[in-house]
């Protein structure tokens, strides 16, 4: 992806943003922005420019009352993402490839919101290399988008995500957390639970040529990419059966655990698409 065809996304958090600099969020804070929010004393909030007559006749204690407005504020955007070497699986479309597309799609969108962008890559344990803080650089996602491209993945697990928290900064953060979950449960459920502080958007990334092959049968040479261990197995339609049911009996356990969480993951089966984060924040 270069840099004229990148495409911008447009997020939102599910709360009020509690940042301190200007921004593009709806906040509760602050007393010079434009969204009403309620009424207070003057001595509480001494403007005498948003002086509201009304309020101030009606207040039984005949106080001067004024209108108190908040100001919109950024927010700190992170991604989160699955380094293990399952993620460099090549099918429709390279998952790597996806990653490193949403991540520039997602820091130029960041840019261009006012937020500031970080990324956080974890296999075994967290990437320092790949580790960046917390930036409102312009180009920064480009360059890093780049750097996963030619990444070769060989990591055994995607434990790692479990001490990304770690590296998360204490404001509450909208984070995406990028993986295609191949992972047990029960470590799913405690990536989740160490970073419920945050607004969490798991993004699921799957290829349908994960759980399927094109031929009808026939011996075929399956490799699992984290341990490297390769079987060979006689590929025939009651095997492709017992595949697709695995893969929708995952589909549905998944959503289970989220649901139970209260997130809405989002999957991306091939190619990355803005257009469809966009509507699904919106939907």
Request: hydrophobic share 45%.
């Amino acid at each position: 992806m270069t840099a004229v065809a990148v495409r911008e996304l447009h997020y939102r958090t599910g709360s009020p943003a509690l940042g301190h600099f200007p921004g593009a969020h709806r906040s509760t804070r602050g007393d010079s922005g434009f969204e009403f929010r309620g009424h207070a004393s003057l001595l509480d909030a001494p403007d005498p420019r948003r002086l509201d007559l009304h309020a101030s006749l009606r207040d039984a204690f005949g106080n001067w009352i004024v209108r108190v407005y908040s100001q919109r504020k950024s927010i700190p955007v992170v991604m989160v993402a699955d380094l293990s070497a399952s993620m460099g699986f090549v099918g429709t479309a390279p998952k790597l490839e996806v990653l490193a597309d949403f991540v520039e799609s997602l820091s130029w969108s960041a840019w261009r919101t006012g937020d500031s962008f970080g990324f956080i890559g974890c296999d075994a344990t967290v990437r320092n290399e790949l580790l960046l803080p917390q930036t409102r650089s312009r180009g920064v996602g480009s360059t890093l988008a780049n750097t996963l491209r030619g990444l070769h993945l060989h990591g055994a697990s995607a434990r790692g995500l479990a001490l990304a928290h770690r590296h998360l900064g204490r404001q509450r953060s909208l984070v995406f957390l990028v993986s295609d979950f191949h992972l047990p449960l029960p470590e799913i459920e405690a990536v989740l639970d160490s970073m419920a502080h945050h607004d969490l958007m798991p993004v699921i990334v799957w290829d349908p040529l994960e759980f399927t092959l094109t031929a009808q049968r026939g011996l075929a040479n399956v490799i699992d990419p984290e341990s490297g261990q390769r079987r060979l197995v006689w590929w025939r339609p009651a095997l492709r059966q017992q595949w697709v049911a695995a893969r929708q009996a995952r589909h549905e356990a998944l959503l289970k655990l989220f649901r139970a969480k209260r997130l809405k993951p989002l999957f991306i089966e091939g190619a990355f698409d803005a257009d469809a984060v966009t509507r699904h924040f919106h939907s």
